[in-house]
C-alpha cells in the first residue's frame, strides 16, 4: 500500500464526513425521499442547497465537534480528555446554531470533565443518542495506526465525555475499527463479524442486529437520532451502494436525523473510496465554522491539512 493511497483514504474520511454533514443539514427531520425528490440524477449539482438556517455548504455541530477533537489531538500530541472537553465547553458556551440536547446539558453543568455525563446518565438514564459517534472520523483516523483495540478504547472515552451510556461508547468504537480498516484497505462491511467480537458483550447483541447484511433502516426500532440506527443506517448505506455519492444520498433519502447520519456515512464512505471520489462541487462550498474559537471557518483545504496531520 501507497503512504499517499492512505492519505488520501484518510482526507476521504475526514473531509466525506463533513460533506455529508452539510449536505445533510437542510433535511432534517424531512421526509424519506426529500433529497432525491428535489435532486433526481445523481451528479447534477446545486445540491449543497442550504435551508433551515443553514447557508449552503455550511457544516454542523457535527463537524464542528469532530474538528475540536481533531485540533486538540494534534495541539496536545495524544488524548488529552480534560483538553477536549474543554474545548467543547468553549464552543458551547458561543451559541452555535445547533447543539445536541443531552450534549449541551452535560458541557454547561457545572460538573467536572470526568463526572459531567456520568451524573447526567444517572438522573436521565436513556442517553444512547448518536450526537459522540456524529464527531467520530478525526479521531478514528488518528487511532487507526494503533490498532483494533487502542482505537475502540479511545473511542470510548472521548464519547463518555458527553454520554453516559455504554451503548454509545459501543457505537462509536465500532465506527473507529470500521474506519481503520478502511484505511488499511481492508473491508469495513466484512469486518463487522470480527469487529463484534470487540463489542462490551452488554451491547453485542443489540448491535449484531442493526450491522447484520439483511438489516435495512425501516427495520429501526428508534429514531435514528439514537445510536444504533444512526449507525446501522450508515453501514447499510455503505453496503447497497457503490459510491461516496451513493451512500450520502441514501443516508439523506432515510430522512430524520439526517445530517448525522450523514456524516456518519461520508466518514465511512470516504474511507472507504478516498477523497478524489468526493465531489469537488460539493467540497467547494463546504466551510466549516467554529463558535467560540475567534471566528474561525474553516475550508476544505484547512480539512485537508487537518487530516493529513491526523493520519500522519
Ligand atoms: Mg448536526
Known amino acids: 500500500m501507497t503512504e499517499s493511497f492512505r492519505t488520501a483514504r484518510a482526507l476521504g474520511a475526514v473531509i466525506g464526513s463533513a460533506v455529508g454533514d452539510a449536505l445533510g443539514a437542510p433535511f432534517e427531520f424531512g421526509p424519506e425521499g ?3 425528490a428535489r435532486f433526481p440524477e445523481p451528479g447534477q449539482g446545486g445540491e449543497m442547497c ?3 438556517g443553514w447557508e449552503p455548504g455550511e457544516a454542523t455541530d457535527d463537524t464542528q465537534m469532530a474538528v475540536l477533537v481533531g485540533e486538540s489531538l494534534l495541539d496536545c500530541g495524544r488524548l488529552e480528555l480534560p483538553d ?3 474545548r467543547f465547553q468553549r464552543w458551547a458556551a458561543a451559541e452555535p446554531k445547533d447543539i445536541g440536547l443531552q450534549t449541551e446539558a452535560v458541557l454547561s ?3 467536572a470533565w470526568d463526572m459531567a455525563a456520568a451524573l447526567h446518565f444517572q438522573v436521565n438514564q436513556r442517553t444512547a443518542g448518536n450526537g459522540a459517534l456524529m464527531r467520530a472520523t478525526p479521531a478514528a483516523v488518528h487511532f487507526a495506526r494503533a490498532g483494533r483495540d487502542a482505537t475502540m478504547d479511545a473511542a470510548r472515552r472521548i464519547a463518555a465525555l458527553t454520554h453516559g451510556d455504554r451503548a454509545a461508547w459501543e457505537g462509536t468504537a465500532i465506527f473507529h475499527e470500521l474506519v ?4 488499511d484497505e481492508g473491508d469495513a462491511s466484512a469486518a463487522v463479524p470480527a469487529t463484534l467480537e470487540a463489542v462490551h458483550p452488554d451491547h453485542r447483541d443489540r448491535y449484531a442486529v442493526v450491522l447484520a447484511p439483511d438489516w435495512h433502516p425501516d427495520q429501526a426500532t428508534e ?4 445510536v444504533w440506527p444512526c449507525l ?3 453501514v447499510w448505506a455503505l453496503r447497497t451502494t457503490s459510491s461516496y455519492e451513493d451512500a450520502v444520498r441514501a443516508a439523506i433519502d432515510l430522512g430524520g436525523d439526517t445530517d448525522t447520519v450523514a456524516a456518519v456515512t461520508g466518514g465511512l464512505a470516504g474511507a472507504v473510496y478516498g477523497i478524489s471520489a468526493v465531489p469537488e462541487r460539493w467540497t467547494g462550498v463546504l466551510h466549516v465554522p467554529l463558535p467560540g474559537f475567534g471566528g474561525r471557518v474553516l475550508r476544505v483545504g ?3 491539512e487537518l487530516g493529513r496531520r491526523l493520519s500522519g
Open 180 to 183: 481503520r480498516v478502511a484505511l
Open 50 to 52: 442550504g435551508g433551515g
Open 34 to 36: 426529500a433529497f432525491s
Open 84 to 86: 477536549v472537553f474543554r
Open 302 to 304: 484547512e480539512l485537508a
Open 109 to 111: 453543568s457545572g460538573d
Open 232 to 234: 446501522g443506517s450508515a
Open 223 to 226: 429514531f435514528n437520532g439514537a
